[in-house]
């Protein structure tokens, strides 16, 4: 199963107020493993940047100046994303900003059946609690020491490790029987890194502890 860990920054909040996107970062999932297959891209957002939102990633008009529009990377976008579940932290906000790119070219909106808000599902796992994407870092004890700024490919690699710690998937999915998945991971015997090996006692070990449980008076060892 394959998914996308998309983020976005913009030039603002809204919009209703003409906000731009200025930034997609995606990562791809296959059975919540990172894929090494990434899309990114910065954006000329054909207008300024606010000062709010300057303060939250940083991206001057000047940096933002030369950088293709949405319209050059729309088909790629698409491509990108086509037939993938969407994983996202506040959907509501990215997918608005992504449908008025879409609207403003004409294309077809987003669908919201493809989206998994991982905010929602953090909300509902933790009521009353702070569930921003920084506060669940903190709970599951992910380092986010490199989110100086909000930035959409940084934020993306976070959104990766908590959404499978939100789903309670602590460790990778392999499919073990189908050796196409093991060449995809650079051929690692990923079975054998993820046995455990079971050591048996033999007879004079056996002969051994049945001895010493005669002689103790501890209960516990029975």
Do not use: W
Not at 9 to 19: A, F, M, P, Q
Not at 116 to 129: F, N, Q, V
Not at 168 to 184: A, C, R
């Amino acid at each position: 199963m394959k998914e996308i860990i998309l983020d976005t920054e913009t030039t603002g909040l809204s919009v209703s107020d003409g906000h731009r996107i200025v930034e997609i970062g995606c990562i791809e999932l296959e059975n919540q493993i990172p894929t090494n297959n990434k899309f990114h891209c910065y954006l000329n957002p054909e207008r300024k940047v606010s000062e709010k939102a300057l303060e939250v990633h940083g991206y001057t008009n000047e940096f933002l100046s030369d950088k293709k529009k949405f319209k050059d990377i729309v088909d790629e976008f698409l491509l990108f994303i086509k037939d993938k579940k969407i994983i996202i932290h506040n959907a509501e906000f990215d997918i608005s900003h992504i449908n008025n790119e879409l609207s403003i070219l004409g294309r077809p909106k987003l669908s919201k059946e493809n989206i998994i808000d991982t905010l929602e599902i953090a909300r509902e796992k933790y009521p009353g609690s702070s569930i921003s994407l920084d506060a669940l870092c903190k709970r599951y004890r992910i380092d986010n020491s490199k989110r100086k700024k909000h930035t959409a490919l940084i934020d993306c690699e976070l959104l990766t490790k908590v959404y499978v710690n939100l789903i309670d998937q602590k460790e990778p999915l392999f499919n073990f029987n189908n050796k196409i998945e093991v060449k995809n991971h650079d051929d690692i015997n990923l079975k054998k890194k993820y046995s455990k090996k079971i050591l048996r006692p033999n007879a004079g070990e056996i002969k051994l502890h049945k001895e010493y449980l005669k002689t103790s008076n501890k209960k516990n060892f029975y």
